[in-house]
């Protein structure tokens, strides 16, 4: 059964940092999404993407951050400089049909 | 933006014991998720549904669009149940590429 896959499983940076995390959602679909969860909290939506632009973010989604589709199968969230605060884990889904999302395993990172 | 709230936020039952797992929520929708997260942390969807019920297994879902309200039922509950069970909606109403607000999640805990 096709699965979003997401790397790395866990990324250690230092604060100020710039980290990449990767998805490749499932073939065929056409909405992405990226979620946070930080420990002991609930998960909180970060940005959506359709038809090769956002289609919406949440005011945790500040000019830190930035999301690219650079080649058709992989879908990547960019925090330019981390702070300890971003430290979570970093969920994408994608969906092929409105309203769908199918989730990955998720990116653990850790700000130190 | 939609609120969602779940109840209870802890369940302990025995195995065998009929669970009931109840969500509202704020703005109107057209579907509703409910997600399993285990320790670990990955996240399952279970169901989307928009109207009425459906049913996977011991798992039974049901939306009431007009009360803005959810359950999610299992039936015959055995320990693998264990698990956090975490209600979504949709951000805005009519939202297709929206993110998910998501409840705070149930913890339950199946005792043999």
């Known amino acids: 059964e096709p699965e979003v896959t997401q790397t790395p499983s866990h990324q250690v940076t230092q604060m100020g940092q710039e980290v990449i995390l990767r998805c490749v959602p499932i073939s065929n679909h056409l909405y992405f999404y990226w979620y946070r969860q930080i420990l002991g909290q609930k998960v909180e939506f970060l940005v959506s993407?359709?038809?090769?632009?956002?289609?919406?973010k949440s005011e945790i989604f500040d000019d830190q951050f930035s999301v690219e589709r650079p080649d058709g199968s992989n879908f990547t969230l960019k925090i330019r400089s981390t702070k300890l605060e971003d430290s979570a884990m970093y969920f994408c889904?994608?969906?092929?049909?409105?309203?769908?999302?199918?989730f990955g395993p998720g990116t653990r990172l850790t700000v130190t | 933006k939609n609120e969602v709230e779940q109840s209870p936020q802890n369940l302990t039952a025995q195995e065998g014991e009929f669970i009931t797992i109840n969500c509202s929520y704020s703005?109107?929708?057209?579907?509703l998720h409910w997600l399993q997260q285990h320790p670990g942390g990955g996240i399952v969807s279970l169901f989307m549904?928009?109207?009425g019920k459906k049913k996977h297994g011991r798992l039974i879902a049901t939306i009431n669009i007009q009360e803005k309200h959810s359950s999610l039922h299992i039936t015959a509950s055995h320990p693998r149940d264990s698990a956090v069970y975490i209600c979504a909606a949709p951000g805005r109403a009519g939202g297709g590429a929206d993110g998910l607000t998501f409840g705070k999640g149930t913890h339950l805990i199946i005792q043999p």
């Open positions: 549904l928009s109207s």
């Open positions: 703005v109107g929708i057209s579907a």
């Open positions: 993407f359709y038809n090769n632009e956002i289609s919406e």
């Open positions: 889904a994608s969906g092929g049909v409105r309203y769908e999302q199918y």
